[in-house]
């Protein structure tokens, strides 16, 4: 009876931990996706990365959408499109959504 108790309390140590890690790494969080971007970009999507960019503090969420998903699959981009595409490469729908929220917010 107490085997059974103690397994079935690791199990449920194990599940809500495979919970748990998997949610957090689904929901990416906007300001962390943003540390890398925040070099070249500035803190508040306000510089010219590299020169060569556009400001993208200046971007709707929807055009940020479409400027990452085009970085991604090669349809968007001049100068920086090979350094870009690198960047977004491993981003996925959601986390592509959650940046261009959290890169709309930063100027509010």
């Known amino acids: 009876m107490k085997t059974t108790r103690i397994t079935k309390t690791l199990k449920s140590i194990v599940v809500a931990g495979a919970i748990i890690s ?4 689904l ?3 906007g300001a962390a996706l943003y540390n890398k971007c925040a070099g070249c ?5 306000e510089k010219v990365a590299l020169g060569k960019s556009k400001v993208i503090a200046d971007m709707s969420e929807a ?5 990452l ?12 499109k090979g350094l870009m ?5 491993n981003l996925s729908e959601d986390d592509i959504k959650t940046l261009s929220a959290h890169i709309v917010s930063l100027k509010k």
């Open 22 to 25: 998997s949610s957090t790494l």
């Open 27 to 29: 929901a990416a969080d």
């Open 41 to 45: 970009h500035g803190s508040a999507g």
């Open 63 to 67: 055009d940020l959408v479409a400027s």
């Open 69 to 80: 998903n085009g970085y991604k699959d090669g349809s968007y981009g001049g100068a920086m």
């Open 85 to 89: 595409k690198g960047q977004v490469t």
